[in-house]
């Protein structure tokens, strides 16, 4: 996948788009069950290191207790949410603007569907010049050779793909 992994921690933040009980419910109960303790292993181990965790949601009409955040994986009370209404969270939010204030320049990205979110915000950030670490097991496709390909062929020429392992021993040396 990718070779080591750099970043810098203050001017990093970690995005979790999309994982929200109608859309995971999509997956399989194991696959589920292997997404958030992957998930939860990112985000507590960013939390640890001060980096900035965003929450992205989608709703296009009404809120429904399906488009809640998976229960396992809320945020915390000063975590950031972004509600956006279109696949990607930067045509419809302010995210651009939150994320400059902050000085962020990396994007750490895990979500569902690869196809959707996570190939949209791949590639509009890196248009914007962001710097990109997309978590190839935090993120998931219905269609496994979509998921394959994206991982393996796509995303590459635009960010770094590694796992979430890779990504929690970059972080312990922080």
């Not at 859309?23 to 939860?40: A, H, M, S």
Request: with cysteine.
């Amino acid at each position: 996948m990718a070779g080591p992994i750099s970043f810098e921690s203050k001017k990093t933040a970690v995005l979790i788009m999309d994982y929200q009980i109608r859309i995971i419910n999509f997956f399989p109960k194991e696959i589920q069950d292997g997404l958030i303790t992957r998930v939860n292993g990112v985000l507590t181990a960013a939390r640890r290191k001060g980096i900035p965790v965003i929450y992205v949601d989608v709703l296009r009409g009404e809120r429904t207790p399906e488009h809640a955040i998976v229960p396992q994986l809320v945020p915390q009370p000063r975590e950031v949410m972004v509600t956006k209404h279109r696949v990607g969270p930067f045509s419809t939010t302010d995210l651009n603007d939150r994320l400059k204030k902050q000085g962020i320049e990396t994007l750490v990205l895990m979500g569902i569907a690869s196809s959707g979110c996570v190939l949209s915000t791949v590639r509009w950030a890196a248009d914007i010049d962001y710097k990109l670490i997309v978590l190839s097991d935090c993120c998931a496709d219905r269609d496994d050779e979509v998921q394959r390909v994206l991982m393996e062929k796509i995303f590459p020429s635009q960010a770094t793909v590694t796992t979430a392992r890779e990504f929690l021993e970059a972080v312990a040396k922080i």
